[in-house]
């Protein structure tokens, strides 16, 4: 579905040019030719980006900024200024406008503007959703991402999750396993059942067995009254296996017969109960390598590979590491009742420098430590292990030779942060925490661009 874009602007010659440029993109374009008309507009229909002229007779920029974010707070707005009314521009951004653009202004650069636009309000919308709908069982963490292959992942989660299908999930320790399988169940026809989760590498066989299954009254000494196992609790819902790869074989062939038959039976029963469980899995481990092995039956792998997803480390999808960062650190700020609302921009050039061996586990931890050491209202370098601040010296260290000078360090992370955005400088400034004329500016001193811009 296109993107809807609402122009306003008293000058017809320019909504008719921006009309006609952002409808050959592909978006679906509403016109307005003044201020009133622009906020009738937004009381009747929704957008998704507002691209408003500042200077217009009774009815401003500035009050269509205000309007549009009364009504939807995720609605990016767009305002176009002339240079005169730069400083306004820069005080309308601090009250919540996406960016601006000085007349006179290039299409190309409006498109850009605009493309950068559409796809934070889609990011924030999606975040909105995973916040709602998507929460763990611990600390109330939640999934969120704007990584490309992490949205797809998540994609094809909700299109499988009415199917019913049994799920694979594989990655590493701490990259949210637990939480995908959360978010496919919410998004299935159990939702509203129980999801129930057990991790098959934290008890012994014998443990696991009476977890899972159950047993009746006497089944074995100190077995003084009946107890349901967990997959009689999930009946109707979910079934969730964390570390399924640790299970013994001897454990995978009763697991089977369960699967296979729709059936439990509680030790030291005769009947068996009827049971409806939608089963997911998941490991850290190459279940193909382990079923060549012999240490994991190639039947019950096939029996749980029905769909496969597999989660990228936090390493390899490091344009989320600054979005979970400030995420963790809105939540347990709010948790502990401390101020701290930044991150300076070493301690984030640290973060982002680290490989997060514990994956996205890892770097809450670490926000959740750097707000509890804080001692203002920025968690700095101070705050982070010292081994992390030493890791990220040796790189630049390895990289030049010596250590850096604060300049250089500050146009290295300014690339870093380019090359992560793809070149996309109002995404770039956004993250980096300052406005698109201030990266241009540090862009021009450390020679990053040339003199056309």
Request: glycine share 8%; with cysteine; aromatic share 6%.
């Amino acid at each position: 579905m296109s993107a809807k874009i609402l122009v306003i602007d008293d000058e017809p010659v320019a909504v008719k040019n921006l009309a006609y440029a952002l409808g050959k993109e592909g978006y679906e374009v509403t016109t307005r030719g003044s201020g009133p008309g622009g906020i009738d507009a937004l009381e009747q229909g929704a957008f998704d980006v507002v691209l408003t002229d500042l200077r217009m007779e009774r009815v401003d920029g500035m009050a269509i900024l205000r309007r549009a974010l009364e009504l939807d707070p995720d609605l990016a707005v767009v305002l176009i200024t002339a240079h005169g009314t730069l400083s306004t521009a820069v005080d309308a951004m601090k009250g919540g406008a996406f960016n601006f653009i000085a007349k006179p202004f290039r299409l190309d650069e409006v498109r850009a503007v605009i493309h950068a636009a559409v796809e934070l309000v889609r990011l924030k919308r999606e975040n909105r959703e995973l916040r709602e709908q998507v929460q763990g069982a611990e600390g109330g963490t939640r999934l969120i991402t704007q990584d490309a292959a992490m949205l797809r992942l998540l994609e094809s989660a909700r299109q499988i999750a009415p199917t019913d299908t049994n799920v694979l999930i594989s990655g590493e320790s701490g990259t949210g396993k637990e939480l995908v399988a959360r978010y496919i169940h919410q998004h299935s026809q159990r939702g509203s059942a129980p999801f129930v989760a057990i991790n098959c590498g934290a008890l012994q066989e014998e443990l696991l067995a009476n977890e899972l299954f159950g047993h009746e009254k006497g089944a074995y000494t100190g077995a003084g009254e009946a107890r349901p196992g967990v997959i009689e609790a999930a009946d109707g819902g979910t079934l969730f296996l964390d570390e399924i790869g640790e299970m013994s074989l001897g454990m995978q062939v009763k697991l089977l017969r369960v699967m296979q038959e729709s059936e439990v039976q509680r030790l030291g029963a005769t009947r068996a109960i009827p049971i409806n469980v939608r089963w997911i899995a998941a490991t850290n481990r190459d279940l193909r390598n382990e079923v060549a092995a012999g240490r994991f039956r190639q039947d019950l792998y096939f029996r749980i590979n029905v769909v496969a997803l597999q989660l990228s480390p936090l390493s390899q999808r490091r344009n989320d590491i600054p979005l979970l960062a400030f995420y963790f650190l809105r939540k347990h700020a709010l948790r502990m009742g401390r101020k701290v609302s930044d991150i300076t921009p070493e301690a984030m050039a640290i973060l982002n420098d680290y490989d997060y061996p514990g994956n996205v586990r890892e770097l809450e931890n670490l926000i959740e430590r750097g707000i509890a050491l804080a001692r203002g209202e920025e968690l700095g370098r101070g705050e982070l292990p010292a081994e992390l601040a030493q890791h990220s010296v040796h790189i630049v260290r390895e990289k030049n030779g010596s250590l850096p000078t604060l300049a250089e360090r500050e146009s290295e992370y300014i690339q870093y942060v380019l090359e992560q955005c793809n070149g996309n400088r109002t995404q770039a400034a956004q993250i980096l925490g300052i406005d698109r004329v201030s990266l241009w500016r540090k862009l021009k001193k450390y020679q990053l661009i040339d003199e056309k811009g």
